[in-house]
């Protein structure tokens, strides 16, 4: 279960995150740094209980109207390997020293848990609460077979989000993708599955700066082909 301790990073996740988020295809930014505040998210846990796993709501109030992005970080206590391009920032957390910080759609222990969330294999948990489970997120498959485990790819970010192609029992022949929606669109109902719409989504909420709760598709998942 996931453990929450309250102390210190220098620099913070919001400051590594504000000369970060610009270089994104997906951010909507029109120059300078965002002024980031965080929204919302959740955790999962890592069952090795080595990699920290956050799907962070960070709202950036720079421009006209509030924008919600979502990040999905890891936190390691070692680099990983191959994943240079990836890596947000270091910070010095007041009990675990030095953590290298990743954008976690690049990181396979965050993939692997979040295909094992869409299988109903995995719990997510509260954001800022220790050993919490958080039932406001919701996660559903309805495709032939689990998609755990999967075999990633390729991993490609574009305008509207980060695509995770993979392969596993639930593709046949094919892949599937996974989109990740780094700009969240504020649902005004609970997603269903009819025919010919997507097999499989992660729904979660966060705050907006006038403090309305708001829910999105935080993943969607696209059939294989």
């Not at 590594?16 to 980031?36: H, I, S, V």
């Not at 999962?44 to 979502?70: C, K, T």
């Not at 020293?97 to 997510?124: M, N, Q, S, T």
């Amino acid at each position: 279960m996931s453990v929450i301790h309250r102390t210190t990073m220098k620099p913070t996740k919001l400051e590594l995150l504000a000369p970060w988020l610009p270089g994104r295809p997906w951010y909507l930014g029109a120059g300078g740094e965002p002024r980031l505040a965080r929204a919302g998210g959740f955790r999962l846990d890592d069952p090795q209980g080595e990699v920290g796993i956050e799907f962070m709501v960070a709202v950036d109030e720079s421009g006209d109207r509030p924008v919600a992005y979502q990040v999905p970080l890891t936190y390691r206590g070692a680099p990983l390997d191959g994943a240079e391009h990836a890596l947000v920032g270091t910070s010095e957390h007041g009990v675990l020293g030095r953590r290298w910080i990743y954008d976690g759609v690049h990181d396979p222990v965050l993939l692997a848990r979040l295909f094992a969330l869409l299988d109903g294999e995995a719990e997510p948990q509260q954001q800022s609460i220790s050993n919490t489970p958080d039932p406001t997120v919701t996660a559903r498959f309805t495709g032939a077979g689990p998609l755990s485990p999967a075999e990633v790819t390729d991993v490609t970010d574009g305008p509207h989000g980060t695509d995770v192609h993979a392969r596993g029992a639930a593709t046949g022949p094919g892949r599937l993708t996974l989109r990740v929606n780094r700009v969240l669109e504020p649902l005004r109902d609970e997603p269903s599955a009819p025919a010919g719409q997507a097999p499989g989504d992660v729904t979660a909420g966060w705050l907006m700066p006038d403090g309305t709760a708001a829910r999105a598709l935080f993943a969607v998942v696209h059939a294989a082909g």
